[in-house]
């Protein structure tokens, strides 16, 4: 199993969701309001008067095979509309219940 986990400008939340039915992976843990700002370029996301942009984190483990296509169309997303913001990891889950 991997553990993805991905956080995104706001801005992405819909296209985000669309990847993870598009790839089979229903379940996770989605954090709506997540501060950030990236460690090279882009804006913050403080929900501040001055940074009002917000970035919501998503948790999602799923089987081995699905990590690779769901990074790709996450990559392709970022790629698409850089300014806003996309990161993404994926870590190797150990066990679970």
């Known amino acids: 199993m991997k553990a993805l ?3 995104y400008s706001q801005v992405h939340t819909e296209m985000v ?3 993870l039915d598009q790839n089979h992976a229903r379940g ?3 954090w709506a309001l997540t501060e950030g700002r990236g460690s090279q370029t882009g804006e913050p996301h403080y929900g501040t008067h001055a940074w009002p942009s917000l970035n919501s984190s998503l948790l ?6 699905l990590a690779d296509p769901i990074m790709k169309a996450l990559r392709e997303l970022d ?3 850089p300014e806003h913001g996309l990161r993404a990891f994926v870590w190797q889950v150990e066990r679970g219940l």
Do not use: G, P
């Open 5 to 7: 986990f991905i956080s």
């Open 17 to 19: 969701l669309k990847i």
């Open 28 to 30: 996770f843990t989605k």
């Open 60 to 65: 999602a483990i799923v089987e081995d095979h």
């Open 79 to 81: 790629e698409e509309l």
